[in-house]
């Protein structure tokens, strides 16, 4: 099995906003091994979080989508995403008053043949729809689960123009989601920190 030892690096400049990271893999004739979250590794790439929480979830059908999903203030989250079984598209959006980057997005294919992870940091919408069949996606939490708190925008807001890579497919949602508040139709709570959002690596 070919070894894989692939990271992407950070800059000072580009400091808790989304970032994809690929983990490295070692492999030999038994499989691979890899280190799916070191603390220090993290705060290398500049991602300092205290992760209180583990999520797991699985979705039986391909276009199930889930999103877009924040906690607000004082409970809110920074997440780290990978996926366990199968594959997902996976989207962090700009929620930061004042941001010169509000309502904007970025992407990134996240698979379980690849291990790759998104980092989604506080100020950020969290959501994501699935590739394929029976996918099982995993993320960490930097505050635990608050009902109150809980809150989103809806996933096919035209202020945002998300293209969801739904193959003609009407998608998956849960009644929730189905009812959440256009962008224009909720005000912020997030503070900008000076860091744009940048196209990931």
Same mark, same amino acid.
């Given at each position: 099995?070919?070894?894989?030892?692939?990271?992407?690096?950070?800059?000072?400049?580009?400091?808790?906003?989304?970032?994809?990271?690929?983990?490295?893999?070692?492999?030999?004739?038994?499989?691979?091994?890899?280190?799916?979250?070191?603390?220090?590794? @993290?705060?290398?790439?500049?991602?300092?979080?205290?992760? &209180?929480?583990? =999520?797991?979830?699985?979705?039986?059908?391909?276009?199930? @989508?889930?999103? $877009?999903?924040?906690?607000?203030?004082?409970?809110?989250?920074?997440?780290?995403?990978?996926?366990?079984?199968?594959?997902?598209?996976?989207?962090?959006?700009?929620?930061?008053?004042?941001?010169?980057?509000?309502?904007?997005? &970025?992407?990134?294919?996240?698979?379980?043949?690849?291990?790759?992870?998104?980092?989604?940091?506080?100020?950020?919408?969290?959501?994501?729809?699935?590739?394929?069949?029976?996918?099982?996606?995993?993320?960490?939490?930097?505050?635990?689960?608050?009902?109150?708190?809980?809150?989103? $925008?809806?996933?096919?807001?035209?202020?945002?123009?998300?293209?969801?890579?739904?193959?003609?497919?009407?998608?998956?949602?849960?009644?929730?989601?189905?009812?959440?508040?256009?962008?224009?139709?909720?005000?912020?709570?997030?503070?900008?920190?000076?860091?744009?959002?940048?196209?990931? =690596?």
């Amino acid at each position: 099995m070919r070894e894989q030892t692939r990271i992407f690096l950070w800059s000072p400049s580009r400091r808790m906003i989304p970032q994809r990271i690929v983990p490295a893999r070692y492999g030999d004739t038994r499989g691979w091994f890899t280190e799916s979250y070191n603390k220090r590794t @993290l705060a290398d790439l500049g991602i300092d979080c205290d992760f &209180v929480q583990d =999520n797991h979830s699985f979705s039986a059908a391909r276009g199930t @989508l889930r999103g $877009i999903h924040f906690q607000s203030p004082p409970h809110a989250q920074a997440k780290l995403v990978r996926c366990l079984a199968g594959a997902i598209w996976d989207i962090a959006v700009d929620l930061r008053a004042e941001s010169p980057t509000y309502g904007r997005w &970025v992407a990134a294919e996240l698979t379980a043949a690849g291990g790759e992870q998104l980092f989604i940091p506080v100020g950020f919408g969290h959501g994501f729809v699935t590739l394929t069949k029976n996918v099982e996606v995993a993320y960490k939490a930097s505050d635990y689960y608050a009902p109150e708190s809980e809150a989103g $925008i809806a996933w096919d807001d035209t202020d945002l123009a998300i293209p969801w890579p739904l193959a003609g497919i009407a998608p998956f949602l849960s009644g929730k989601d189905a009812i959440l508040p256009r962008l224009a139709e909720w005000t912020s709570p997030f503070v900008y920190d000076g860091h744009p959002l940048a196209e990931l =690596n």
